[in-house]
């Protein structure tokens, strides 16, 4: 894996389900990987920065965990509110320079 | 802190035109970042500057882009001439380190159509 990767690219769940989506990188050179979360109209928030293997972070109903060595990191939600809709980014640090290249992003959709 | 502050939120012009856009940064903050969104490329970094100085702008797409920042609290992106692919939502973003850890804080960004 060359950049990052993000999936599914859309998820569509209804109010109470819990959810999951991934996100791949490069597990050489690894710094750290940052989540944000992206309401329409609005601008990327800061959720978690994850740097060692194995961490997992938690905020509320959202959680992540990170696998340095295979290049993954999950991002759960639980219980899903229609105010979870968004698009969640994830960002690889690139070297130790703070530049942070993006994935695509997965973008939730929750039906009350 | 009132956060990122961009302006215009919105802008349409007609190809050919200069475009300027504007940003200051959150106070004491010394790193400001540029950042491009598109549907084909997602959210892609096009300069970004330490202590007012343009550190690496790898990331700008040619010529026509240009970027300052005169001093701490203000810095401006500017395309001259525009062309409609510069259509995009451009965020511009502040941290107060580089640290791998440093969290950065976006701006509501500039939607800019060019027609």
């Known amino acids: 894996i060359l950049n990052v990767e993000q999936s599914p690219q859309s998820l569509h769940v209804q109010e109470g389900d819990s959810t999951n989506f991934t996100c791949s990188f490069p597990s050489s050179n690894f710094y750290a990987l940052h989540w944000y979360r992206w309401e329409t109209a609005k601008s990327p928030e800061a959720l978690f920065v994850m740097t060692l293997n194995g961490d997992e972070k938690k905020k509320g109903r959202i959680s992540a965990t990170l696998n340095t060595k295979e290049g993954y990191s999950y991002l759960y939600i639980k219980g899903s509110q229609p105010e979870d809709s968004a698009t969640y980014l994830c960002a690889r640090i690139r070297s130790n320079t703070g530049k942070l290249i993006f994935g695509q992003g997965t973008t939730l959709q929750v039906k009350p | ?115």
């Open chain 2, 1 to 115: 802190d009132a956060g990122v502050i961009q302006s215009p939120r919105h802008e349409v012009t007609e190809m050919g035109q200069e475009v300027t856009l504007r940003c200051k940064p959150i106070s004491g903050h010394d790193y400001l970042f540029w950042y491009r969104q598109t549907m084909m490329r997602g959210l892609e970094l096009l300069i970004y500057f330490n202590n007012n100085v343009p550190i690496d702008d790898s990331g700008m797409p040619e010529d026509r882009f240009s970027a300052k920042m005169p001093n701490a609290s203000f810095s401006t992106l500017k395309i001259q001439p525009s062309e409609p692919r510069d259509s995009a939502v451009y965020f511009c973003a502040s941290s107060a380190g580089q640290g791998t850890t440093d969290t950065q804080y976006f701006g509501p960004g500039t939607r800019l159509t060019v027609l």
